[in-house]
C-alpha cells in the first residue's frame, strides 16, 4: 500500500571517496548518480548503462526513468534549466523495498567518517565500466524534482499494475468464465472499460502527453470502476455471510466448494478495479504535469490517499472472509471423527481459499491479511486421541474410585472408633453420674432422717410446752374433799 506521505523526496547526502578503495581519477571513468527516494521507488539519475549494472550486480531488477518521463518532466519544470533536462535524461527506477532502502542506506547515506560509500558498475566478465559516485539532489531546482516526483508516482503504479497483470493471468480462466456470461450489467461493463483504458494507455506511451480527445476516453470511467469494486465486494461479503451462518459441520465441505468456484471470480474483478484505477490515475497524474503542473504534487497526495482508502474497503471485507474461513476450520478440524469424509475434505477447501486470499493481498501489498490454517488431523488421529482419551479418563476413574474406596474406608473406621470412643466415655460418664447421684441420695436421706428426728424431738419438746402453757391457763377448780365434813 502506498503510503499517504509518499510526496516528500527524501535525497541523499554527498562525498567523493570510494569506500571500496579503488577508482580511476579519468572523468571518463566516474560518473555521478543522484539518488531521489519516495515512499514508494527510489530513482538513480545518470548513465542509466552503468546504473543497470551497477544494480543487477547488487541483485536488483529496475527500470529506465527516461523516454514519456523525460517528457513530462520537461513539461512540468518549464524553464528549467537545460543541465537540469540533461540530468532527468537518463536513469533507472527501483520499487521500494526492504532490500532496495537497505542499498540506498549503505550508498547513500554517511559512511563511518562521513563519506559515502561509492558502487562499481561492472560487465558480466567482471571488468569495470563506471566507478559510480553518488550525489545529493539539491543541485535540482524545485521545479523539476516535482515533476521527477510526479514520475515516480507514475512508474509505482505502473509496476502495481504490471503486477496485477501478472496475477491475472494465473486465474485468467475463471475470470473469462465470468466475462463470457455477461447476464449481469456491472460484469459486462468490465471488458468495454478495460479495453478503453488499454487503448488510452497505448496512446499515452507512443505520444507521450495526454490530449484533451485522449482524456475525453477515460475521463468518466472512475464512477464505473467504483461500482465494479463495490459490487465484487458485496460478492465477497454475501459468500462471508453464508460461512457465519453455517452451523451443520457437514455442509462446511459443500458451501467451501462453492467458494472455492466462485472466489477466483470475485478477486479478478477487484484486481481488474484497482488495476484499471491504477492506469487512470497514471493518465491522470500526466494530464495534470501536462496541464497544472503547479498542482502535480498535491494531485498526486489525493490519488495516493484515495488508493489507500480504496485498497482499505477491499483488505476488510477480505479479512472478514478469512476470519470466519479460519473459524470454521476450527470447529469442522474438531469433529473429524463424527465426519470422517466431510471434515478433511473441508479443512482442504479452506487451506486453497486462505492460499488464494493470501496470494491475492500479496499482490497488492495488503499488509494485514496473513490468513493461516492448520492442518486438520486424520481420523485414525482423531480415533487413536479419542482411545488415548478414554483409556485416561477410566484409569483416572479408576484412581479416583480407589482413592474414594479408601476414603470411605477410613471414614468408616474412624467413625467406628469414634463412636466407640463416645459409648465408653458416656458409659463411665453414665457410672460416674449413677455414683454421684447414689451419693446424693444416701447423704439426702440421711440428712432427712436427722432432720427428721430433730423436727419430731422437737415437736414433742414444743407439743410438751403448749401443753403447760394450756394447763396453765385453766381455771383453778376446787374439789370438795371427800371423807372429811361435819361430824
Not at 558502487?119 to 571488468?127: E, W
Not at 491475492?360 to 490454517?373: C, K, M, P, W
Amino acid at each position: 500500500m502506498i503510503d499517504d506521505d509518499s510526496n516528500e523526496l527524501i535525497p541523499s547526502d554527498s562525498g567523493d571517496d570510494d569506500a571500496s578503495g579503488t577508482r580511476n581519477d579519468s572523468a571518463d571513468d566516474v560518473q555521478s548518480v543522484t539518488i531521489i527516494q519516495d515512499e514508494q521507488g527510489i530513482t538513480f539519475l545518470g548513465d542509466a548503462g552503468a546504473i543497470d549494472l551497477w544494480l543487477k550486480d547488487e541483485g536488483f531488477d529496475s527500470k529506465a526513468f527516461k523516454a514519456k518521463a523525460v517528457q513530462t518532466v520537461s513539461m512540468a519544470s518549464k524553464g528549467a534549466q537545460a543541465a537540469d533536462n540533461a540530468m532527468a535524461e537518463s536513469g533507472r527506477w527501483v520499487k521500494l523495498t526492504k532490500e532496495s532502502a537497505e542499498l540506498v542506506a549503505k550508498y547513500g547515506k554517511n559512511g563511518k567518517k562521513g563519506n559515502l560509500f561509492s558502487g562499481v558498475a561492472r560487465r558480466k566478465n567482471g571488468n569495470i565500466v563506471k566507478h559510480l559516485q553518488f550525489t545529493k539532489a539539491d543541485q535540482l531546482n524545485p521545479a523539476m524534482l516535482t515533476g521527477i516526483s510526479g514520475v515516480m508516482a507514475q512508474m509505482a503504479l505502473e509496476q502495481a499494475v504490471s503486477e496485477i497483470t501478472d496475477y491475472l493471468k494465473e486465474i485468467d480462466a475463471k475470470l473469462d468464465d465470468l466475462l463470457r456470461d455477461q447476464k449481469d450489467q456491472t460484469v459486462s461493463k468490465l471488458a468495454g472499460i478495460s479495453h478503453m483504458i488499454d487503448e488510452t494507455m497505448l496512446i499515452y506511451r507512443q505520444v507521450g502527453s495526454i490530449s484533451a480527445t485522449t482524456w475525453s476516453k477515460v475521463s468518466g470511467c472512475p464512477q464505473d470502476i467504483a461500482t465494479i469494486q463495490a459490487y465484487a465486494i458485496a460478492k465477497i461479503k454475501g459468500l462471508t455471510e453464508k460461512v457465519e451462518r453455517e452451523q451443520d459441520p457437514k455442509q462446511v465441505r459443500p458451501l467451501t466448494q462453492q467458494i472455492r468456484q466462485e472466489i477466483h471470480q470475485w478477486l479478478g474483478m477487484l484486481a481488474s478495479a484497482v488495476k484499471m484505477q491504477d492506469q487512470v490515475s497514471c493518465i491522470e497524474l500526466a494530464r495534470v504535469c501536462q496541464e497544472e503542473p503547479e498542482q502535480l504534487e498535491a494531485h498526486k497526495k489525493g490519488v495516493v490517499l484515495a488508493r489507500n482508502k480504496r485498497l482499505e474497503e477491499i483488505e476488510q471485507s477480505l479479512n472478514a472472509l478469512g476470519r470466519q474461513l479460519e473459524t470454521k476450520a476450527g470447529i469442522v478440524g474438531g469433529k473429524v471423527l463424527l465426519n470422517p469424509y466431510s471434515s478433511p475434505h473441508a479443512i482442504a477447501n479452506i487451506e486453497s481459499l486462505t492460499g488464494d486470499l493470501n496470494t491475492f493481498a500479496s499482490t497488492l501489498q495488503l499488509e494485514h491479511i496473513h490468513l493461516h490454517v492448520e492442518d486438520g488431523p486424520t481420523w485414525i488421529q482423531a480415533a487413536g486421541k479419542a482411545v488415548d482419551d478414554t483409556g485416561k479418563a477410566l484409569q483416572n476413574a479408576g484412581q479416583q474410585t480407589a482413592h474414594a474406596v479408601q476414603d470411605a474406608g477410613n471414614a468408616i473406621a474412624k467413625d467406628a472408633q469414634d463412636t466407640g470412643a463416645a459409648v465408653a466415655r458416656g458409659m463411665q460418664d453414665a457410672g460416674n453420674q449413677a455414683a454421684h447421684i447414689a451419693q446424693d441420695a444416701g447423704n439426702a436421706i440421711a440428712k432427712g432422717a436427722q432432720d427428721a428426728g430433730a423436727g419430731i424431738a422437737d415437736g414433742v419438746q414444743q407439743l410438751g410446752k403448749g401443753i403447760a402453757s394450756g394447763l396453765k391457763q385453766l381455771p383453778e377448780i376446787k374439789l370438795p374433799i371427800f371423807g372429811r365434813g361435819k361430824k
